[in-house]
């Protein structure tokens, strides 16, 4: 049976290649994909609710993990599921990809298509090229960064949020063609469905209790702790039952796990007070219903800065995680805009300071927003969707 798959797989491939070369492409055709399919989400997401408005004359097609197309049919948005032979044809018609994070290598691009790499983070730990040494399962530091920037050599435009992470995306993945530094078009919603009426909203779509306080917290993956292959382990390391009796009157935790992590954590004893929405589609929603952020070296802290709002950082890993596995771009401990904790109990008084006044000034937020955040504005898709498409135009004329 393996050797029939593999053999499946090499002519598929061979197919994709052909295809590559046969096909006319389709001038109006722009295919998204975020998160390997998985999601209808983030950057590609944001991009396609600006492009449909405002650039009609486009055809738009999501590409879609076969165990994740509940949500595209539900919002009634065109899509293929990855790896047929319709995606095949698609996929090399296009005349845009935009996706958010690396496909798979082998899949060579075709002439005539240009590829948009949005990316999904300003970077804290270190990424490809820059990263000592890797971890993660079925490959070795050596081959991850080679077939890193093999894939990276094949975008055309990365979008960048900042000034910071345009200097570490040239040099980490090698990236030398077209930089739009532009903010992150996922932001964009912070800034226009953040009002209470929205909030509102939000919270009775998600049927969560509208008279507590929501505490998002959204953990990344570790790179050695995992299943196999692209699935990742992951364990709540606060003593749950601890941060409900403290916690339950006021606040309920909503929980937001990478979409890296395969754990599916049993939770039900405390229903009614945690919430897993860790397949939700869109982490946006649930920032802007979310009154504080708990989270640790994820990238979404630099999305949430947006909001103005409390940020805890639970760190129980933080030796190894810088140390070993990743370590950091800068002084993550000295600049972090909240307190770094470690143990339940350092949790729950982070979480009863947010009630400061000054909680903000005390970690110098305003300052971080200045580094990380002066380009968003809630116009990030327009600068990168106008660029890109008048990019495209040009090579038609």
Not at 20 to 34: A, C, M, R, T
Not at 135 to 152: A, I, L
Not at 252 to 273: A, P, Q, T
Request: proline share 4%; net charge negative; glycine share 4%.
């Amino acid at each position: 049976m393996k050797k029939i798959k593999n053999l499946a797989l090499k002519l598929y491939k061979i197919a994709f290649w052909i295809c590559g070369k046969s096909f006319n492409k389709d001038n109006s055709l722009i295919i998204f994909e975020s998160f390997l399919g998985k999601q209808y989400s983030d950057n590609p997401r944001a991009l396609y609710e600006y492009m449909s408005i405002h650039y009609p004359e486009y055809r738009f097609m999501w590409s879609v993990d076969k165990r994740y197309t509940d949500v595209f049919e539900r919002y009634d948005i065109p899509h293929i599921k990855r790896f047929s032979l319709s995606w095949m044809i698609y996929m090399n018609k296009a005349v845009l990809w935009i996706s958010n994070s690396r496909l798979p290598l082998w899949i060579p691009k075709p002439k005539g298509t240009t590829y948009l790499q949005t990316w999904h983070g300003t970077p804290l730990k270190k990424l490809a090229v820059d990263m000592d040494e890797v971890h993660m399962p079925g490959t070795d530091t050596e081959r991850y960064k080679r077939n890193f920037t093999r894939e990276s050599a094949k975008w055309d435009f990365l979008v960048s949020p900042n000034e910071y992470s345009t200097e570490i995306f040239k040099r980490a993945f090698k990236f030398e063609n077209h930089m739009l530094e532009t903010g992150y078009p996922r932001n964009d919603f912070l800034f226009t469905n953040s009002d209470d009426e929205a909030i509102q909203n939000l919270k009775k779509d998600l049927n969560l209790p509208e008279d507590k306080k929501v505490i998002l917290y959204a953990p990344t993956w570790r790179d050695d702790s995992y299943h196999g292959k692209g699935r990742y382990k992951f364990n709540l390391e606060f003593d749950l039952k601890e941060m409900y009796e403290a916690l339950s009157d006021e606040y309920i935790i909503i929980l937001r796990m990478h979409y890296l992590v395969s754990e599916n954590l049993d939770i039900s004893e405390y229903e009614g007070f945690i919430y897993d929405y860790s397949k939700y589609e869109e982490i946006r929603d649930l920032y802007v219903i979310s009154d504080m952020l708990i989270t640790d070296y994820s990238s979404v802290f630099f999305d949430y800065a947006n909001l103005k709002r409390p940020m805890i950082f639970y760190v129980y890993d933080i030796d190894n995680y810088r140390d070993k596995l990743r370590g950091f771009y800068f002084d993550f401990e000295k600049k972090a805009p909240g307190p770094l904790v470690t143990t339940t109990n350092e949790l729950l008084t982070a979480i009863e300071n947010t009630k400061n006044e000054d909680f903000n000034e005390v970690y110098n937020t305003a300052e971080f927003r200045s580094r990380f955040g002066a380009l968003e504005d809630g116009k990030a898709s327009q600068r990168v969707a106008d660029e890109v498409i008048c990019y495209l135009r040009s090579k038609i004329v």
